[in-house]
Nanobody, 120 residues
Framework: QVQLVESGGGLVQPGGSLRLSCAAS????????MGWYRQPPGKQRELVAQ???????NYADSVKGRFTISRDNAKNTVYLQMNNLKPEDTAVYYC??????????????WGQGTQVTVSS
């Protein structure tokens, strides 16, 4: 079993910053890709950013230049630094991990979600 535990969400004013963290634990052999998705109210879940084990990154156009994804492989943790937040960034943010477990099989796991609200 693998668990993803997120933290760092909250309420912030437009132009402010937040840092999300997601720690993976359990029967992990290696983590291939970690990422963040978000689901705004009444909308579908969408990709925000991804980072591979070799540190290559991929961002949604709407967050390029404002958000930065990073990971600590030793801690199986991924971070999302969000700067210059806008009201349209309001959403539930979900951590995602594509990993290889100790049984050498591939799995995808999701965190429970953390609310980010950008409002004055």
């Amino acid at each position: 079993q693998v668990q993803l535990v997120e933290s760092g969400g909250g309420l912030v004013q437009p132009g402010g910053s937040l840092r999300l963290s997601c720690a993976a634990s359990g029967s992990i052999f290696s983590i291939n890709v970690m990422g963040w998705y978000r689901q705004p109210p009444g909308k579908q879940r969408e990709l925000v950013a991804q980072i591979a084990s070799g540190s290559s990154t991929n961002y949604a156009d709407s967050v390029k230049g404002r958000f930065t994804i990073s990971r600590d492989n030793a801690k199986n943790t991924v971070y999302l630094q969000m700067n210059n937040l806008k009201p349209e960034d309001t959403a539930v943010y979900y951590c995602n991990a594509d990993l290889t477990a100790w049984d050498r099989k591939y799995y995808q796991y999701w965190g429970q979600g953390t609310q980010v609200t950008v409002s004055s």
